[in-house]
């Protein structure tokens, strides 16, 4: 079963950390070609144990006029948008009661512009794109519905598998050797297993990488955060691998509730079967019941 006592991944752990704001600008200048020198400018806003879907968002941080919501995705998931929605509410929700802005007020208050990314670096050949919420406006068949939304939400998504987005890695040398140090334990995982992998990877990491005094410093739970990060993908391959072998069986597509009853019985948490099968979580539920 999926280890669930790290909540952090490695990803935020570098980026996300208040102690480590000299990398946090670093990839905020990276991924807007600007060129702020005091980190100190940085104002962490991450929401500590709120779960959406069964994941915190990665990072949030306020620079000026700007509320940056950053996420790291190893599987490509096209609902991005509204993920970031529920969570841009919470944070706006925070910010206004931090500020004790008052928003019943006759006078317009002043809110940071969102900013909103997605770092890819799953397995799956995927381009830099923009992800729109007006993409998930659909009727039950699928169809996009032809009506103009007054929310709209756009998500941009980078590429960060190492080889990728080269100018972004040679401005944010962090970001490029953690890519470096992704792709190595992946290299190795096709010849030993993922413990060692790791293992492995961490030693080779070259000497003059800055990312390496801190990672070899906190070896095991940077291991353990890797380990956690690989079995969960794996596990959920798996699951829609079965839900494919399922749907093939009868000459069709795997259903989402197909999906979602075999994350059930295997007892995934019920945000994570609502993350993974598209569900609604109340249809989740009645699910679950049916099967007990």
Request: net charge negative; charged share 30%; with cysteine.
């Amino acid at each position: 079963m999926i280890n669930t006592k790290y909540k952090d991944r490695l990803f935020s752990f570098i980026f996300g950390n208040p102690e480590r704001k000299d990398w946090t600008l670093s990839l905020y200048n990276a991924v807007n070609r600007s060129s702020y020198t005091n980190p100190e400018d940085i104002e962490i806003m991450t929401i500590e144990d709120v779960l959406y879907m069964g994941m915190k968002n990665d990072m949030s941080f306020l620079l000026t006029d700007f509320a940056n919501m950053y996420e790291q995705q190893s599987t490509y998931n096209p609902n991005m948008p509204v993920r970031k929605l529920m969570y841009a509410a919470r944070l706006y929700d925070r910010y206004i009661h931090m500020k004790k802005l008052n928003i019943y007020s006759t006078k317009q208050v002043c809110l940071p512009v969102p900013k909103l990314v997605t770092f890819y670096n799953g397995k799956e050949q995927r381009e830099d794109d923009m992800l729109e919420l007006k993409d998930a406006f659909r009727t039950e068949d699928g169809r996009l519905i032809d009506a103009e939304s007054d929310i709209q939400v756009r998500v941009r998504m980078i590429n960060i598998n190492y080889g990728r987005n080269k100018e972004l890695m040679s401005a944010c040398s962090p970001l490029s050797e953690y890519a470096w140090l992704i792709e190595q334990i992946r290299k190795n995982n096709e010849c030993m297993d993922i413990e060692a992998a790791i293992d492995s990877a961490l030693d080779d990491m070259p000497e003059d990488f800055g990312l390496k005094k801190l990672l070899i410093a906190n070896k095991a739970e940077v291991k353990q955060m890797c380990i956690t990060e690989y079995n969960e993908a794996e596990t959920m391959e798996q699951f829609r691998e079965e839900g494919r072998k399922e749907g093939r069986k009868e000459g069709r597509k795997e259903s989402k509730e197909e999906t979602a009853v075999i994350m059930l019985k295997d007892n995934l948490e019920i945000d994570k079967v609502v993350m993974y099968s598209g569900l609604p979580k109340s249809r989740v539920l009645e699910l679950q019941r049916t099967l007990h």
